[in-house]
């Protein structure tokens, strides 16, 4: 029962993790003159930084640990710092649709890899099943904006190369996501803090990404409405987000929380239309339907103890 209840209370947080991160886009709308990269790296690393303000007793007291783990660390820092840079970059060169679907889609199939390789853990029909749902949402939901809503869209790639470069640029930031969701799952696994583990990856990466806005920030404090922006996206979705996102990591496997993350392109779409006026058809809408059904499959427990007796629990043994 309290194994049940931890896994439960896992999923809400990483829900509500997703509601957090689901605002980015809309909040960014707000300071157009902001480069995408800005935003990204702003958001990242100043979250960082306050990760790290909010986790200095629990970092003082796992920094033994964390110096034990500093191949994880190191290797969940500079994926996060990757992350943002490949994601918005992505999105520039093969536009918003694909560069998101590529993105998000491919994170939980990288992270159940690393699992399966590294980890030596199972793949579970349930999550196969949920990640094919939850996939083809994501597609559905990319295809979905009204065309003549998207025609103004400055992110559409202008070349077949821009666009390719935009595809491996959209796989490069799944592969970091999951990384660094493992990393820091790995860590947790190892007796470090989610707090810990959290603030230790996220701090190296602020080191190498608040540098980076001295070429691309120069609008970023411009304006209140700029600073305000930036001091959102740094606090709310990725400090207090990740926070939740970690916390998550205690309860839940890595794979099954970036299979949940997918809910939040649905959180970005629904403020597009409720707050920005955006249109999805029809298909749009039986996206979002597609990944509250992968949600669903994920939140509900399945018994296993049968099927595994039979061999049938798991699609593919330990790797």
Request: hydrophobic fraction near 55%; proline fraction near 3%; include cysteine.
């Amino acid at each position: 029962m309290a194994e049940a209840r931890g896994v439960s209370t896992g999923i809400l947080a990483i829900v509500f993790a997703c509601f957090l991160w689901g605002t980015t886009g809309m909040v960014a709308s707000f300071a157009p003159e902001v480069s995408a990269l800005a935003i990204g790296a702003s958001a990242m690393g100043m979250g960082g930084v306050f990760l790290v303000l909010s986790a200095l007793k629990p970092l003082l007291k796992d920094r033994q640990k964390l110096m034990a783990n500093w191949r994880m660390l190191l290797v969940g820092g500079l994926s996060v710092a990757v992350y943002p840079l490949a994601f918005y970059s992505s999105m520039r060169l093969s536009g918003v649709a694909i560069g998101t679907v590529v993105s998000i889609a491919s994170a939980p199939l990288f992270t159940k890899i690393l699992e399966c390789l590294i980890s030596r853990k199972h793949v579970s029909m349930q999550w196969v099943i949920s990640f094919v749902i939850g996939s083809l949402g994501i597609l559905l939901l990319a295809m979905g904006k009204d065309s003549a809503a998207s025609a103004t869209d400055t992110t559409v790639a202008q070349s077949a190369l821009a666009n390719y470069t935009g595809i491996a640029l959209g796989l490069l930031a799944g592969i970091s996501y999951a990384t660094y969701s493992w990393a820091a799952k790995q860590m947790i696994e190892r007796g470090i803090h989610s707090k810990s583990a959290m603030a230790g990856m996220f701090g190296l990466a602020a080191l190498l990404l608040l540098p980076s806005l001295l070429l691309t920030g120069d609008k970023l404090f411009a304006t209140p409405m700029n600073t305000g922006v930036a001091l959102y996206m740094a606090l709310v979705p990725m400090f207090l987000g990740y926070l939740c996102f970690g916390y998550g990591l205690r309860y839940i496997e890595a794979s099954k929380a970036t299979l949940i993350t997918l809910l939040e392109p649905v959180v970005a779409m629904l403020l597009a239309v409720l707050v920005l006026g955006e249109r999805f058809v029809a298909v749009g809408w039986l996206g979002m339907i597609m990944i509250l059904l992968c949600l669903l499959l994920q939140s509900i427990r399945l018994p296993v103890r049968k099927a595994r007796t039979t061999g049938m629990a798991d699609l593919v043994g330990p790797c």
